[in-house]
């Protein structure tokens, strides 16, 4: 198993989409200057000027508030490959300036410390998150440079990066972040520099996690019944460091850290369940996909092809958010899919694609692509509100009037993460091989590449996710031999996909319509996916949505909000499925395609002062009802809202 | 509005029935005798050796520990009314002895301060059970005076109800106990000495609740609203004793106990919904009930008929339990009733049970025993064994198969609150004026008393739950002219009565068909009451029912384990609800009616990977279910259970 797909690159894709280019537009314009704004007030960037002098007072925030810049930076850089944005471009300069001046002599970087106690550095990986934060430098780096051309932050990453290599490993200090990030960050560093220590020390960090016997491992039976202490527990006890900060319900029953939150219970090659902590894990198994695609370990690759299975098909809301509990941001149990209290961390959504995308390279499977995309067009995206500025943390698939979007958090982790997925958007619309062009999203958008050494133009054209059809014309100087594939994505049974109006008639392979043939310029493809409104039920495993159903039409899941409806939300039942109908409005939303039908409800009134009452003394009246794509729900003022609806 | 009926008497009731009295004797000679056995082991009777010299070591459990002793007298006392049982009388008599001779020469009597700091006597409201205790310790000295026409227990009660006294009021200590409990007691301790001082600080309690203004009181627009504090917050600040050993949840958002937990956020007559602990809300209730019996105030009686309302309508689940949050073992909010956390606490049924009894005896309404029965049959003979000796804290209406009864609890009010109810089951069944008996429960039984002047007996017989029908025969020495009553319950709308075979045509009277006529001994009455499996639903804001059915027949309620059945309970979809029938076995579970049915099943073979799948892809096939009397829940063994079944 080694690499098989990787992206054209950012800056060889031009997205004209009626659907993404004006969420990108306001992503730049509106959402990462916003940020940077609450980058300034909330200490953010305080902190790096302290360090350099240049502030006075103490450090502000959460200990790992660092990354947030770090992140920005990297949606910022995204942003600027495509679009130079002279007032944005320079306030990236100037935050990277200042990141130069802080960082130590030795490499060092991490604000909390420097401004504080500096003996806590490299202690506390329980709770500290310098590994995490120095990921995420790494990754902004790697995306400035490879953006931009510029190699002021890669070099501050690499300085870092190499301090981090001189201190850790097996015969160094031996020991595992907290909060993974950095795993994923060194093969991306690895991937620009070439620097083999790069990639040794991710598969060091990968493999080291879960190596910490358990004094529990003993005593359980099955592997992935166990709830282990590891690492964090073994170091609490050595330094006398406390969980105090984190939930108690990390603690297991003897009140110690419990590993599994941080995926430090077993080796990963022996895990058998997505477990612990959702944007750790998504960020683990991510990096963990992305070192395969460099190094052949057959093992490792059946763990995580296992562990995302064991997500995608136990434990994943029907929007694509993952981590179901409020109280840990974590995954729970195969099938506890509560949708009131669904966390389904915005963050989480984005390692989950991180992860998919890393999958997808390694496999070229199209089901990884038709989970990125149900992530990305519903929990992902309905993380920030359509005007750019307001965020959810949590995207639960049930809301009440009391719920309501926020401009900032104290732990600001997922603005600026959703940012940078948003704004590195052409990195997954297309991915190619030596000889193979597969068009993975719907976009409208024009992509340049080399294909079995021939250069190509490929445009597409398309009303998704409003309309299935799509229109791909080929630009090439020379004809050439070389493959096209087009997904065809799990939510639909009826496609087709015509070049020069000449139907083909392959079935997919591994998710594609693939065809390998000569190609000329001025080539025309087009390919049709019938999308319809579709009612979608759940495993009956899975309590939470018994009885109900989900509307989808094409990737989007739809959800009832009740200002739209004459009748709250939970109760209308759907009692005519066959009633269905998708209409698209100018008006709503910035525009977009409703699902509209029939519905029953029990008449609140009718019920008076009674609780329980015989069945057959209840009637239902008819009624109409509007559903939008779960992504734009809460952009109206307080309402509730209800994904799955109450099935007849 | 003062009292209009009350109860003719434990000593005047003999049950002789197929359901009950096997209960009663497993109650009287295992579970009591257990019960015993318990107390002497956890320390209970050995804090009043301590306080008497008669053993060594420190004061063991929790500071309200003694309650338990006294609850288990008080059920011990009912059973010796007509059960001369001279082992569990000599137990009775040895701890009395001992409780005489731990009273203080001042009447106090705790054993926890007693054996620990005696300087903190009455001075902890908040956390401290003393006048909780001392309430438990009066109603166990009325039930065993009533009992046994003994006085001993009722000297030490007295005296200690005499030490509040001089204590507490609004020129003395100004203050109210952080559980109620004491209120209830001395209005029944003012009934057998006729002693005006127990009635006004029965008053004096009741009427003190909710008076000291809340600092958010002036900014809410609503008392309904409120979430305020109150006396325990102010004893707080002025005292220092902390809430620690409370759960969090207790605090608001200032981190002060919230007094809305023990009904303090408002005078009880402006109070609106039922809130806070579900015993404490209960034993309130039922005291002010108790207290309206012997003292009019419209104001006071239309608040409690208020929150009764609410909690029957709002606030209650099918089986009668009260309070859904497991976490604060309280009510929450209206409709809120989720199955598988609902606490339901055993004592938080006995309270309400209690409470409804004395709305009853206020107003001879049915509505008040409709829903005792329905508590009584379900939520609290849910929580003994059928084998009497292992206890419920909680009824849930949906377990799993971790959950189990247990044999005793470190705070183990349930066990000994759970006998008392059922050791004076003969104070429930028939209810008395003047002239005038109403049959309230149908419990094969005689009751000797005299209506209108003469000596009447009435003998019901009954296969009641099994079977609604009931003969009635009346045994008087002369002819004499009073009212029979007898309850038709709300969960049938088809009855007949008729009196030496001719049939009463009159509508029912605030649920009772009553019949005002000169009577004569022999007479001869059948009550009827057609009793066919009902499948209820839930009102459509009770979001965890919806869509969802639970199976009653007569006053039970039924389940499904899944030991019972080839596919899980939480997988039956109840698409036949005409197909049900009820059967009578011998052989199940000391004997029950059961009720079998068709549904149908989803496939979860087929199913296999799918998390989720269209609608009309997916089959059903016809199975066959058995469900049980919800209180036989959990007696066979770890397995799945539901109360609330799928519709179809």
Redesign the interface.
Request: aromatic share 4%.
């Given at each position: 198993m080694s690499g098989t797909y990787w992206s054209p690159g950012l800056k060889n894709v031009r997205i004209r989409d009626d659907f993404w280019s004006p969420r990108l537009k306001t992503n730049s314009y509106i959402s990462l200057d916003q940020q940077y704004d609450h980058l300034q007030a909330n200490g953010s960037l305080d902190n790096f000027r302290r360090v350099v002098g240049e502030a006075g007072g103490d450090f502000e925030g959460p200990p790992f508030i660092d990354a947030n810049v770090y992140k920005w930076i990297e949606a910022a850089s995204y942003a600027l490959a495509t679009d130079e944005m002279t007032t944005l471009r320079g306030k990236v300069d100037t935050v990277i300036s200042l990141i130069e001046q802080a960082q130590a002599d030795d490499g060092y970087l991490f604000t909390y410390f420097m401004l504080g106690d500096n003996s806590g550095r490299w202690s506390n990986f329980t709770m500290m998150h310098e590994l995490y934060c120095a990921g995420h430098l790494i990754e902004a780096a790697v995306a400035h440079h490879r953006a931009l051309d510029d190699d002021r932050l890669l070099r501050v990453a690499r300085t870092l990066a190499d301090h981090i290599d001189e201190r850790f490993g097996p015969d160094k200090q031996d020991t595992i972040p907290g909060h993974e990030e950095i795993e994923l960050a060194l093969v991306r560093l690895y991937r620009v520099t070439d620097d083999d220590r790069y990639l040794d020390l991710a598969g060091y960090f990968i493999d080291r996690r879960g190596r910490d016997p358990s004094p529990l491992a003993a005593e359980l039976p099955e592997l992935e019944q166990m709830v282990e202490r590891g690492s964090f527990s073994k170091e609490q006890k050595e330094s006398g460091w406390s969980v105090v900060g984190y939930q108690d319900t990390l603690r297991d029953d003897s009140g110690e850290y419990d590993g599994l939150w941080a995926q430090d219970h077993a080796p990963i090659r022996d895990q058998r369940r997505v477990e612990g902590h959702a944007v750790r894990a998504g960020n683990l198994y991510a990096a963990v996909a992305a070192y395969l695609h460099e190094v052949d370990d057959d093992e490792l690759f059946a763990a995580v092809e296992r562990l995302w299975?064991n997500m995608?098909?136990?434990r994943?809301y029907?929007t694509g958010g993952v981590g179901s509990s409020p109280d840990t941001e974590s995954f729970t149990e195969d099938y506890d899919l509560p949708n009131d209290t669904a966390f389904a961390e915005t963050c989480a959504s984005a390692s989950a694609i991180f992860w998919s995308q890393n999958m997808f390279e390694l496999t070229g499977e199209g089901r990884y692509i038709d989970t990125l995309e149900r992530i990305l067009y519903n929990s992902l995206l309905s993380g920030v509100s359509l005007d750019g500025s307001r965020y959810c943390y949590n995207n639960p698939l049930q809301t009440d009037e009391e719920y309501h979007r926020n401009e900032w958090f104290y732990v600001a982790c997922c603005p600026p993460n959703l940012s940078r997925v948003l704004a590195s958007l052409g990195e997954y619309i297309y991915a190619r091989s030596e000889r193979e062009l597969l068009c993975n999203l719907y976009v409208s958008s024009t992509v340049d590449t080399t294909l079995a050494g021939t250069d190509v133009t490929v445009e597409q054209r398309t009303e998704y996710p409003w309309d299935g059809d799509v229109a791909v014309d080929l630009s090439l100087d020379d004809s050439a031999t070389f493959t096209l594939g087009f997904r065809i994505p799990d939510w639909t049974e009826n496609w087709a996909v015509t070049i020069n109006g000449e139907s083909v008639s392959v079935a997919p392979t591994d998710g594609y319509v693939t065809v390998d043939r000569e190609w000329d310029d001025g080539d025309h493809i087009e390919v049709s996916l019938a999308m319809e409104p579709?009612?979608?039920?759940?495993?009956?495993?899975?309590?939470s949505d018994?009885?109900?159903?989900?509307l989808r039409r094409g990737p989007l899941v739809y959800c009832v909000e009740d200002l739209d409806n004459p009748h709250p939300a939970?109760?209308l039942?759907l009692s005519r499925?066959d009633s269905l109908s998708a209409r698209y409005t100018e008006s709503m939303l910035d525009g977009m395609t409703v699902i509209e039908g029939e519905a029953s409800?029990?008449d609140?009134q009718e019920?008076q002062?009674?609780?329980?009452?015989?069945?057959?003394s209840?009637a239902e009246s008819s009624t109409e009802f509007l559903a939008i794509p779960y992504y734009a729900r809460n952009n109206r003022g307080p309402t509730s809202m209800r994904t799955w609806l109450?099935?007849a």
């Open positions: 299975r995608v098909t136990r994943m029907v579709d009612v979608v039920v759940a495993h009956p495993d899975v309590e018994k009885a109900h159903a989900a939970r109760h039942i499925p409800v029990q609140a019920w002062d009674a609780l329980y009452r015989s069945l057959d209840v109450r099935l």
